[in-house]
């Protein structure tokens, strides 16, 4: 079997010296294990925080140990009665060609009648970050309106959608043209803005003229500084991510502190962090089955980014730090 590695902790940016594809023997299978075959990995902004040994919400992986990553897998066989070979499931079983895993870690792969893939992006954990985020925090109402970035991503895009079902105004924020053409018109945003523009936030403000009720926060830096003055008093802000800090840059020179409190303060802001493991034991089950025949029928639409080989993640997941990404990234492992 073949895996992607932590070689080493990165500084700023990874590169591609900081993985290490090697060959690995699969360990013994015991009682309840199920030994799978990947198809498809997904690669997701989180893992830069586990290749960092920052504390964190979750442990790093350590130096040497497989890189951390969910993805969906066929059953090869089965010591877990839930389990038969042939079996398509989905799991937390890393970087990595094939795994022994406990079953009960394991869910069959749902979605609907929508493309097994959608259980990586749409209809699996990015699209229940989105959904419990709105529900339990944004609580869009008729009429507000919505912001989010990183609007072409599997997160973003679904926020906006569903911003739109609840009959909310949806303002997205992407990086360069052709995401933004792809957020307006094939995702059916009232609105998009460049945040790569040298206009970005002038462009935001006219973009939003009744201000912003609702500011999913996926990215941080310059797009938060144009976001601020705009909320509205009572706005809510899901705190879902921060790629643009991610690698440790993005404009993280700037004392953002002061204007960001006084605007919590003025504007009696709800401002809450989250992260999806807190809604999904109760909550993942309603949003696929609200969610799931909307993305099949096709009413909810979501773009995949799909590149081949396990070889080639490193390469792809750096790129998603800075925006090379166009919708949600998978690798394909194998057929
Ligand atoms: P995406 O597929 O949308 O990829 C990340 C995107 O972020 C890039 O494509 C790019 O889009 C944008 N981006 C990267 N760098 C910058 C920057 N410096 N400034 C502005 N935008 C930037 O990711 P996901 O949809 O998977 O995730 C979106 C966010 O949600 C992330 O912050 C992620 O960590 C978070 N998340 C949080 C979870 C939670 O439980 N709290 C769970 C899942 C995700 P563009 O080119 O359009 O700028």
């Known amino acids: ?63 040497g140990g497989v890189m951390e990553g969910e993805a969906i897998s066929e059953v090869v066989k089965s010591l877990h009665n839930n389990f038969v070979p042939g079996d398509l499931v989905r799991g937390r079983t890393g970087w990595s060609s094939h795994a022994v895993i406990n079953g009960d870690q394991l869910r069959r792969v749902e ?37 989010v970035a990183a609007a072409s991503g599997p997160v ?31 995702l059916g945003f009232d609105t998009v803005v460049d945040h790569r523009s040298e206009r970005f936030a002038s462009d935001l403000q006219t973009a939003c003229p009744d201000g912003i009720d609702v500011y999913f926060e996926n990215v941080g830096g310059h797009v938060w500084d144009g976001v601020l003055p705009l909320l509205n008093q009572f706005a809510r802000i899901p705190v879902c991510g921060l790629v643009a800090h991610y690698n440790g840059s ?16 003025r504007r009696s802001l709800l401002v809450r962090g989250f992260i999806q493991t807190e809604f999904a034991a109760d909550h993942f089950d309603e949003f696929l089955d609200e969610i799931g025949p909307r993305v099949a029928s096709g009413e909810v639409r979501y773009r995949e980014d799909i590149i081949d080989g396990l070889e080639n993640a490193p390469e792809a997941f750096i790129g998603m730090l800075t925006g090379r990404n166009f919708g949600k990234l998978i690798i394909k492992i194998a057929d």
């Open 1 to 63: 079997a073949r895996r992607i590695a932590l070689a080493s902790r990165p500084t700023g940016q990874p590169g591609r010296d900081n993985f290490r594809l090697e060959a690995f023997d699969l360990p013994e299978a015991n009682e309840g294990d199920v030994t799978v075959r990947s198809l498809y990995l997904s690669l997701d902004p989180y893992m830069r925080g586990r290749m960092s040994d920052a504390k964190s919400y979750a442990a790093a992986v350590p130096i």
């Open 111 to 147: 979605t609907h009648g929508a493309p097994i893939t959608t259980s990586l992006g749409s209809l699996g954990m990015p699209g229940f970050t989105a959904w419990s985020g709105l529900k339990f925090i944004g609580q869009p109402k008729q009429g507000e309106t919505v912001a």
């Open 156 to 186: 973003g895009s679904m926020v906006g959608q569903l911003a739109r079902l609840a009959g909310a105004r949806a303002v997205g924020i992407a990086g360069g043209p052709e995401k933004c053409a792809y957020v307006k018109d094939e």
């Open 250 to 265: 993005g404009s993280a020179d700037i004392d953002r502190l002061p204007a960001t409190m006084s605007t919590i303060l």
